[in-house]
């Protein structure tokens, strides 16, 4: 492949719609291979605009004004990375010869919960918890007296599990409605879904490129709240079972096509395996990646979208755990002992401008001979830290 430089009028380059933590370590792959980065997002100074040869703020709901910042800089690929963002736009792009990865029909279906989850279970088949979609208080409450309870209730379109609830019975069911209306995104429509009494539950980074789909060791993970708080690989699991979420996700991504990383989410018990949900993109789950493999999923997905084979190593059993801020401020400070920094253990932190609490503010990576040495490493480093 030939690869260029920054900034000349053969460059090479990508637009972020979204330019947060993960994108930020896309960015960095990009700079690593000479590839030139307009990290765009609502606001200035994002994280991935940190590293990035362009950058803009921009209102990336606003069809208009996102397409004229597309036209502006005329990237070889765009890559969304949030929900937010005018499919619209998108699609427009697409028809001027655009190259949105991993294609604008794609990123239309997963934006979307009520999307994605009508084409893996009804265009598909595949296997998923039973499901409603409601729009008003009265029919969230029909729909959960046929689930039964508890049941989950989640907006068709949110960021980072936002609005994302458990309701255990009748009486939880108005403070769940409340508390999706009121996340950003699309709260117009809820899903409700059966609650499965899983086992555990996975992401399974898979690749795509068209010549080739690979599958990361499987990332087991804890949220709270629908938010990732910790994630380990790779997650003990059967090998029937294995094979049955690598088959999914195969069916999953051939369905929707092109290039790029897909993090692929599954809930597990036993050696049955349900279909939850799907991100194109790269996963917050799969920042563990950065300490267990050789080419990181952001390394990974960057690979993907230039065609590059999709070769890695996986290094060891390793784990990662977010820290959350736990104050107010417009110049986040925050204090990490140098203990957090060994041979097998470290911190990324993320430079985001502003804290509040509860905003993803760093994240702790360590690896061990055994996941449980891994996890218990990963989350004291993140208890050890601290901000202002």
């Known amino acids: 492949m030939t690869f260029t430089t920054p900034l000349k009028e053969n460059s090479i380059s990508i637009m972020l719609l979204g330019s947060g933590e993960l994108g930020k370590e896309v960015a960095i792959e990009a700079q690593r291979l000479g590839i030139e980065v307009i990290a765009v997002d609502k606001y200035a ?5 940190l590293v990035a040869n362009r950058a803009e703020v ?3 709901l606003d069809s208009g004004a996102l397409l004229e910042v597309i036209k502006k800089h005329n990237p070889t690929y765009i890559l ?3 929900e937010a963002i005018s499919i619209d736009a998108l699609f427009e792009a697409q028809k001027l010869g655009f190259h949105v990865i991993p294609n604008a029909e794609a990123v239309n279906k997963t934006m979307n919960r009520k999307n994605i989850r009508k084409f893996a279970a009804e265009d598909l088949g595949l296997k998923t918890s039973k499901y409603f979609f409601v729009k008003t208080l009265d029919e969230l409450k029909e729909a959960a007296g046929k689930l039964g309870f508890p049941c989950v209730i989640k907006p068709v ?3 980072s599990g936002h609005g994302q609830s458990i309701a255990k019975n009748q009486a ?3 403070k769940s409605f409340e508390i999706a209306k009121e996340a950003r995104g699309d709260a117009s429509e809820l899903i409700v879904e059966e609650f499965i009494k899983f086992d555990y539950e996975i992401t399974l980074l898979t690749a795509r490129t068209e010549k080739e789909t690979i599958y990361c060791e499987p990332i087991g993970h804890i949220q709270q709240d629908g938010d990732y708080v910790q994630s380990w690989q790779p997650m003990p699991m059967s090998e029937t079972a294995l094979k049955k979420a690598q088959n999914i996700a195969k069916a ?3 369905g929707l096509g092109g290039r790029g990383i897909f993090g692929v989410e599954f809930f597990v018990k036993g050696d049955e395996v349900y279909f939850s949900e799907l991100s194109p993109r790269p996963h917050d789950t799969g920042m563990v990646t950065l300490i267990t493999q050789s080419q990181s999923e952001f390394a990974l997905h960057l690979r993907a979208v230039l065609g590059l084979p999709l070769n890695y190593t996986f290094f060891s059993p390793g784990a990662s755990a977010a820290y959350k801020a736990k104050s107010e401020s417009h110049n986040p400070i925050l204090e990490v002992p140098e203990s957090a920094f060994t041979s097998s253990s470290f911190v990324r932190i993320f430079g985001k401008p502003e804290s509040h609490k509860g905003r993803r503010l760093a994240v702790a990576l360590a690896i061990d ?7 218990a490493k990963a989350k004291a480093i993140a208890d050890s830290i601290t901000d202002r």
Request: glycine share 0%; proline share 7%.
């Open 172 to 174: 939880d069911l108005e």
């Open 369 to 375: 001979e055994d996941i449980e040495s891994a996890k």
């Open 45 to 49: 100074n994002a994280p991935a605009q």
């Open 80 to 82: 969304p990375e949030v």
């Open 252 to 254: 999953v991504t051939d």
């Open 58 to 60: 921009v209102n990336m």
């Open 157 to 159: 379109m949110s960021s």
